[in-house]
């Protein structure tokens, strides 16, 4: 992707609006344990289960219990450690 279509694209994604629409949370879903002794049992298929989650409760690295289960359209670099 040329520099000029990456930065019409940033753009872009920083324009979609913060509420929580169910556009941006039908990609996410975070896993949830029914009860506390599940995250310690070898039994975790059947004490999960995924819900949704926004982006806006995700952060840089790794996000605990965050899956996606979408495709990705895009990726976008941080333009601070990646010139342009």
């Known amino acids: 992707m040329k520099?000029?279509?990456?930065?019409?694209?940033?753009k872009a994604l920083s324009n979609i609006p913060s509420n929580?629409?169910?556009?941006?949370?039908q990609f996410l879903s975070?896993?949830?344990?029914?009860?506390?002794?599940?995250?310690?049992?070898?039994d975790?298929?059947?004490e999960k289960q995924l819900?949704?989650?926004?982006?806006?409760?995700?952060?840089?690295?790794?996000?605990e219990d965050v899956y996606i289960v979408g495709k990705v359209c895009g990726i976008v670099p941080n333009p601070d450690t990646v010139p342009l």
């Open 3 to 10: 520099s000029k279509r990456l930065v019409e694209f940033q």
């Open 20 to 25: 929580k629409s169910t556009q941006q949370q």
């Open 30 to 42: 975070r896993r949830v344990y029914r009860n506390s002794a599940a995250r310690d049992s070898d």
């Open 44 to 46: 975790r298929k059947e």
């Open 51 to 63: 819900t949704e989650c926004d982006f806006e409760s995700l952060h840089e690295g790794p996000n």
